[in-house]
């Protein structure tokens, strides 16, 4: 997202995603297969190109017992809250992994995964693909829940990706992320803290040791949800040892879910220039009616670290502040249109970050999305006696 400047030209282009949802259930297995084209309206001086033709999810589950399933395919890994594992619902794309899941549900739910990647088509525009982005070997992913009472719920995830080295001895490293979330809740009161902390090697064959911690604490007065919370990502002094790397990166995950919808903050550790990222916030989502719900979000922007310019460190940490604003809008049940306006009010340590051109001047970003999901048929099969 850049600021207004004398060398950059605007560029209004419309993407649509058709997605068709296809699933077949008996008592002991679950077919379901989710096609989709993603278009591109304008863009480079084109009318229209076709993105991708692809699938976003492609999967058998049969079922072992009756707690216990596996689930086959390409299929999306939402955990969580979807920081360090998401289906990234807002991106045309979405995300989605190649594998196999073991999951368990009961009174205690637990799932192991299984994924790895293999060389896709490049007939298509990769941007656009759910799986091409992935740039991992193999990858392990155990989750589990439970829910000690009905107000304090754990929740662990640990992976272990897998990337293929394409220079030295050593054919593969790996890098192991281990923590998680402890969630309180109390009639209109909600409090949790997340953390995780990485380690193993990057590309770089550096040895990694960096963390992750989200605390939050939120108020709903049954009309009106207040949150407010901060997420710190660390980084790396300008007196790290050479080979270790303090930079978290939280895996596959969403950002703007949780640091503003111009997502200026994507790429870990670039955008940040290995720097760290500490972003408080404040949420309030207000709920006018059946149909209707407004949401403000406020972002501050800080490095953990100070930067450097020309060798030097630059004074201060604060990056600058982002607000979005959002309307939401289900005028029918199938049908959902989702206006936004953000706008960013950054300093000079903005342009160190490659973030905006001129500090001088406010970017802004608007949009509008407009969905519609109708269900078009349904079949329940009767179990038999």
Do not use: C
Request: net charge positive; hydrophobic share 35%.
């Amino acid at each position: 997202m850049w600021t207004p400047a004398d060398t950059v030209m605007p560029e209004l282009f419309t993407t649509l995603r058709n997605r068709l949802g296809i699933t077949y259930r008996t008592n002991w297995l679950r077919l379901h297969a989710s096609p989709q084209e993603i278009h591109v309206w304008g863009k480079s001086g084109r009318f229209s190109k076709v993105g991708s033709i692809n699938f976003f999810e492609l999967y058998a589950e049969p079922s072992i017992t009756k707690s216990l399933s596996v689930r086959i395919g390409r299929q999306a890994l939402s955990l969580d809250n979807g920081r360090i594992f998401s289906a990234a619902p807002w991106a045309q794309q979405s995300r989605a992994h190649e594998g196999i899941r073991f999951i368990y549900k009961k009174s205690l739910e637990t799932d192991l995964t299984i994924a790895f990647t293999r060389p896709y088509s490049r007939n298509f525009d990769p941007v656009y693909s759910p799986v091409a982005s992935h740039s991992y070997k193999y990858l392990f992913v155990h989750n589990l829940k439970y829910k000690f009472h009905n107000q304090i719920t754990l929740t662990t995830i640990n992976a272990v990706d897998i990337f293929r080295r394409t220079t030295g001895d050593r054919q593969y490293y790996q890098r192991i992320t281990n923590g998680g979330r402890l969630e309180y809740a109390h009639g209109r009161i909600y409090a949790t803290v997340s953390a995780y902390y990485q380690y193993g090697q990057n590309a770089a064959s550096e040895k990694i040791q960096a963390y992750y911690i989200q605390p939050e604490i939120s108020y709903n007065t049954g009309r009106t949800l207040f949150r407010l919370g901060a997420e710190i990502l660390s980084g790396e002094k300008n007196t790290v040892s050479k080979g270790v790397s303090n930079s978290f990166v939280p895996l596959y995950g969403v950002a703007w879910k949780f640091m503003g919808n111009m997502n200026l903050f994507t790429r870990f550790p670039a955008d940040v220039n290995k720097k760290g990222l500490v972003n408080p916030y404040f949420f309030t989502i207000f709920q006018a009616g059946k149909k209707l719900s407004l949401r403000g979000d406020a972002h501050l922007f800080f490095s953990e670290f100070p930067l450097v310019s020309k060798g030097d460190e630059v004074d201060g940490k604060y990056l600058g502040f982002e607000s979005d604003l959002s309307l939401n809008y289900r005028p029918a049940k199938a049908v959902e249109i989702i206006y936004g306006y953000s706008f960013t009010l950054a300093t000079r340590r903005m342009e160190l970050l490659n973030k905006v051109i001129d500090a001088g001047e406010i970017p802004v970003w608007s949009y509008l999305m407009v969905s519609y999901a109708p269900r078009l048929f349904t079949k329940k099969w009767f179990k038999r006696r």
